[in-house]
């Protein structure tokens, strides 16, 4: 954490140290560790929940946490994080919450999107609607919305994927992206990309991607 011009460190969240960080909507800080998930207050750590979870975005309805098996709702003031959308069997990478109200997962199976009813307490057994494949598509590892409504979707293994409607386009080695390695991606709120990778941070526009200097 940050102190005057300095940092220090404070308490670890668990063994394995931070794996992402996030935030409420009344802008505390979330913590989310291998040990599970803390909420920052201050100076101090508050544990929130207690297990194994790859990612996290809080809804309405509480806080999501994606894990290796599907998803998880932990609400209100408890400690027990219930499953929710029970036929998604997949790990959960990234999630997304849409301007639609939709929940996007990013999985092991690809994106998968989740309509807005998926939480109400009449439809909990309510079906994730899974995107036919991309050719050649893997691991969906990223997940970023622009402002047109479209979704990015960055694989491990096969580049980057812009969904809009029943439109889908790719962007590999010819758009100036590599094809494997894509860690975030990252809408710049004026019609560009960022896209982080194992190789660089690449800067995209209208389609191509250019490697910033420095960040190889």
């Not at 009813?117 to 590892?141: K, Y």
């Not at 889908?168 to 494997?180: D, F």
């Given at each position: 954490v940050r102190a005057g011009e300095g940092f220090r460190a404070l308490r670890a969240p668990g063994p394995g140290g931070v794996r992402r960080l996030g935030a409420r909507r009344d802008g505390t800080p979330l913590?989310?560790?291998?040990?599970?998930?803390?909420?920052?207050?201050?100076d101090e750590l508050t544990r929130l929940w207690s297990g194994n979870a790859l990612c996290m975005v809080e809804s309405e309805h509480g806080i999501l946490l994606g894990n290796g098996r599907g998803l998880r709702l932990l609400a209100g003031t408890g400690t027990?994080?219930?499953?929710?959308?029970?036929?998604?069997?997949?790990?959960?990478?990234?999630?997304?919450?849409?301007?639609?109200?939709?929940?996007?997962?990013?999985?092991?199976?690809?994106?998968?999107?989740?309509?807005?009813?998926?939480?109400?307490?009449?439809?909990?057994?309510?079906?994730?609607?899974?995107?036919?494949?991309?050719?050649?598509?893997?691991?969906?590892?990223?997940?970023?919305?622009?402002?047109?409504?479209?979704?990015?979707?960055?694989?491990?293994?096969?580049?980057?994927l812009r969904l809009?409607?029943?439109?889908?386009?790719?962007?590999?080695?010819?758009?100036?992206?590599?094809?494997?390695?894509?860690?975030?991606?990252?809408?710049?709120?004026?019609?560009?990309l960022f896209v982080g990778t194992t190789s660089g941070l690449y800067r995209g526009r209208s389609g191509k991607f250019t490697l910033l200097e420095g960040s190889a």
């Open positions: 913590v989310l560790g291998f040990g599970g998930l803390f909420a920052l207050e201050g027990d994080a219930r499953e929710v959308v029970p036929s998604l069997r997949s790990a959960v990478h990234a999630l997304l919450l849409a301007h639609d109200g939709a929940l996007w997962a990013g999985t092991d199976l690809g994106p998968v999107r989740v309509e807005r009813a998926w939480l109400e307490e009449d439809a909990r057994a309510a079906s994730a609607v899974q995107l036919p494949p991309s050719p050649g598509a893997r691991s969906a590892r990223t997940l970023c919305e622009d402002r047109e409504g479209g979704l990015w979707v960055g694989y491990s293994e096969s580049g980057l809009r409607a029943a439109e889908v386009n790719a962007y590999r080695g010819e758009s100036g992206l590599p094809s494997r390695g894509i860690t975030t991606v990252l809408g710049d709120g004026r019609g560009g």
